[in-house]
């Protein structure tokens, strides 16, 4: 019986933590297949089919960029354009609409993202917490946002907290 008894816990984990990729480019394969081995209708949808591959790649890269071990404390939530974090100790929620700014502090043990809403405290949502992969999405709706240097400022562990998103500039990662 094949399943998971088969897959060793660490490659089911490397493969998961990259599932959009790999989806990507199952998808881009079997569309470029389709481009180069049929005529007419099937070549065109093959074409096409390879071109979304080629962008959930794209896509799927970024998220995994993002994706941290969900190993610390907390659980998010996004629903209704509202973030909703749950700690061990603190939580709260903070509407979409009403970011004013987002930092991150990786100087904090564990990182955090920093939320900062109009008028309301600010909101620390650990980046490994459970399903804080999630706030990728939230963040990228952000207009002005520059999810590649977000992507970077994660990876680099910068020694200050740094200032990704701010609503009145609207753009300064």
Not at 131 to 154: C, H, P, Q, W, Y
């Amino acid at each position: 019986m094949f399943g998971m008894a088969m897959i060793s816990p660490d490659l089911f984990s490397s493969v998961w933590r990259w599932r959009e990729a790999v989806l990507g480019f199952f998808f881009a394969l079997c569309g470029l297949f389709w481009a180069v081995s049929q005529q007419g209708v099937l070549a065109v949808i093959g074409t096409s089919l390879t071109i979304v591959g080629a962008l959930i790649i794209f896509a799927g890269i970024q998220r995994t960029r993002f994706r941290v071990r969900a190993e610390g404390p907390g659980h998010v939530q996004i629903g209704d354009r509202m973030i909703i974090y749950y700690g061990r100790q603190d939580g709260g929620t903070i509407a979409v609409d009403a970011l004013e700014s987002v930092q991150l502090d990786a100087t904090a043990r564990p990182a955090c993202w920093i939320l900062k809403e109009v008028g309301g405290l600010p909101l620390s949502v650990p980046t490994n917490a459970q399903n804080a992969e999630k706030l990728f999405d939230v963040f990228a709706s952000l207009e002005g946002i520059r999810t590649k240097n977000m992507l970077s400022t994660l990876r680099s562990n910068p020694d200050a907290p740094v200032p990704i998103w701010d609503a009145s500039q609207r753009r300064l990662h």
